[in-house]
C-alpha cells in the first residue's frame, strides 16, 4: 500500500477499484497511486494500473496480454473457452470483430442517424407536458434501450425486459453470471430469438442475421450466438446512457447549459469533455501471457491485469485540472473512454452520434432546462460501471 494512502487511514487503506457504494469518490485515491504506485498489486497476482501512458500502452500489447479473462476475476480453472468479442484474442477476434463492425462502422451509423433523432424527439414529445422528468430513467435509458434494440435485431417491445436482465447481471461484474437468475433468463430469451430467425425463410438485415451468416461460414455451432448477441445489448446501452447523464448532469450543475451553443463544435467538445471525466467503463481486464514491465514493476506470466480508464482519463500528465470538467479543454479527445487498439470500442461511432442528437435536440427544445432544486447526486451501485441513479430535471 502507498505511504499516502496509509497516512488517509483506514477508508483509504480498504480503497476497493470495484467499490459499487453508491458514494464512492476514488479520485483522491487514484491521484496518489498514479504518483506513488502506479503499478498497484491490491490482490495476490492482480494488478491495478492508474497512469494514462501506461493504460494505453497495454491496451495496445495484445502479444504480452489477453483479453481471455476482460470482465473475469475468477480461477482460470472455473473460465470457458472465451464466447464473446470481448474476451477473445487474434485470429478468434479479427474475423468477428469485421463482422460486426459491418453493423457499425461509420456508414450504416450514419444511416441511423433520422431513426434515432425521430426516437429521441418522441420522447421529448412524452417528456414536455408535466415540464420535468428523469433524464436518466425517463429519457437516457429509453433511448439507448430502443436504438441498440434495432440495430441488434431485438423486437423492440421485448428491450426493456432484456434491459432488465442486463442490468441484473452488469450489477454483479466482474463475478460469474452463469447462475444468475436473470442471465439464465435472457440467454433463455436469445437462444429463442436467434432459433426463430433460423427457421426464418426471410431476415432482416441487422446485426443477429449478421451473426447468423457468420457461424454458417464459420462453423460455429447456433448455440453459441445467442452469447454474441447478448454481449451487443449488454455493451450498447447502459455506457452511452451513463456517459450522456454524467455529461447532462456536469452542464447543468456548473450552469453550462445555457451557454452552450447549439453548432457541432461546441457539442463535439462537450462530448469528448464528457467522456474523459466521466468514463463508463471504470475499468477493462487483461491476463498477462508473458512476463512484461509496467509502472517500473514486473506483472508475471498468468497474473491479471486492471486496466483502470477512469483514472487514466484523469491523468495530470496528460489532463490539466483533470478532476475538472472544463469546456474549454483542447484535448479531451485524448481520452481512454473506447479503449484503444483492436479493442477499441465498436459503438463508438454510435455512442458519438447519440450524444450529439441528444444534445442538439435538448439544446433546441428545452433550452431552459435546470436540476431540479435540493438534488444531490447518486451513483449507480454498479461495480465496473460509473453512473447516476436519477437526474431530475425541469424546464
Given at each position: 500500500m502507498p505511504r499516502a494512502l496509509q497516512d488517509r487511514g483506514a477508508a483509504a487503506e480498504a480503497f476497493d477499484p470495484f467499490d459499487a457504494t453508491p458514494d464512492r469518490d476514488p479520485w483522491a485515491q487514484y491521484a496518489v497511486l498514479r504518483a506513488e504506485e502506479p503499478l498497484w498489486e491490491f490482490a495476490p497476482g492482480v494488478h491495478l494500473v492508474t497512469r494514462h501512458a501506461?493504460?494505453?500502452r497495454c491496451l495496445l500489447d495484445n502479444a504480452a496480454l489477453s483479453n481471455r479473462s476482460n470482465f473475469f476475476l475468477g480461477e482460470l480453472?472455473?473460465?470457458?473457452?472465451?464466447t464473446n468479442i470481448t474476451m477473445m484474442d487474434p485470429p478468434?477476434?479479427?474475423?468477428?470483430?469485421k463482422v460486426e463492425l459491418g453493423g457499425f462502422s461509420r456508414g450504416p451509423i450514419r444511416l441511423a442517424a433520422p431513426w434515432i433523432r425521430d426516437i429521441a424527439n418522441d420522447l421529448i414529445d412524452d417528456m414536455v407536458p408535466a415540464g420535468r422528468?428523469?433524464?436518466?430513467?425517463?429519457?437516457?435509458?429509453?433511448l439507448t434501450t430502443q436504438v441498440i434494440a434495432r440495430l441488434v435485431g431485438v423486437p423492440a417491445a421485448d428491450a426493456p425486459q432484456v434491459v432488465s436482465w442486463a442490468h441484473d447481471i452488469t450489477k454483479v461484474r466482474p463475478g460469474p453470471v452463469d447462475n444468475l437468475p436473470s442471465f439464465v433468463r435472457l440467454f433463455d430469451y436469445l437462444s429463442g430469438l436467434v432459433a426463430d430467425r433460423l427457421r426464418a425463410t426471410a431476415?432482416?438485415?441487422?446485426?443477429?442475421?449478421?451473426?447468423?451468416?457468420?457461424?454458417?461460414?464459420?462453423?460455429?455451432?447456433?448455440?453459441?450466438?445467442p452469447t454474441h448477441?447478448?454481449?451487443?445489448?449488454?455493451?450498447?446501452?447502459?455506457?452511452?446512457?451513463?456517459?450522456?447523464?454524467l455529461l447532462m448532469y456536469e452542464l447543468l450543475r456548473h450552469d453550462l447549459w445555457g451557454g452552450l451553443a447549439g453548432d457541432g463544435a461546441s457539442i463535439e467538445t462537450a462530448?469528448?469533455?464528457?467522456?474523459?471525466?466521466?468514463?463508463?467503463?471504470?475499468?477493462?481486464?487483461?491476463?498477462?501471457?508473458?512476463e512484461l514491465e509496467v509502472g517500473g514493476r514486473t506483472i508475471r506470466a498468468g497474473d491479471r491485469v486492471v486496466l483502470a480508464l477512469e483514472s487514466a482519463n484523469r491523468d495530470e500528465r496528460v489532463f490539466a485540472d483533470p478532476d475538472e470538467?472544463?469546456?474549454?479543454?483542447?484535448?479531451?479527445?485524448?481520452?481512454?473512454?473506447?479503449?484503444?487498439?483492436?479493442?477499441?470500442?465498436?459503438?463508438?461511432?454510435?455512442?458519438?452520434?447519440?450524444?450529439?442528437?441528444?444534445?442538439?435536440?435538448?439544446?433546441?427544445?428545452?433550452?431552459?432546462?435546470r436540476l431540479t432544486e435540493g438534488f444531490a447526486p447518486q451513483r449507480r451501485a454498479v461495480s465496473i460501471l460509473n453512473g447516476l441513479e436519477h437526474l431530475p430535471v425541469e424546464w
Open positions: 501506461d493504460v494505453r480453472d472455473d473460465f470457458q473457452e472465451p478468434q477476434h479479427t474475423e468477428l470483430r422528468a428523469d433524464l436518466s430513467t425517463d429519457f437516457g435509458l429509453l431476415r432482416p438485415d441487422d446485426m443477429i442475421t449478421r451473426l447468423i451468416d457468420w457461424g454458417a461460414a464459420t462453423g460455429t455451432p447456433p448455440e453459441r450466438l448477441v447478448y454481449q451487443l445489448m449488454a455493451a450498447g446501452f447502459p455506457t452511452t446512457a451513463y456517459t450522456l447523464e462530448r469528448e469533455e464528457g467522456l474523459r471525466h466521466g468514463s463508463a467503463i471504470r475499468a477493462v481486464f487483461r491476463l498477462a501471457v508473458r470538467f472544463q469546456l474549454t479543454r483542447t484535448n479531451a479527445a485524448s481520452h481512454l473512454a473506447f479503449g484503444a487498439g483492436i479493442h477499441l470500442c465498436l459503438g463508438a461511432p454510435l455512442a458519438r452520434l447519440e450524444i450529439d442528437t441528444v444534445l442538439g435536440l435538448l439544446l433546441e427544445r428545452l433550452p431552459s432546462l
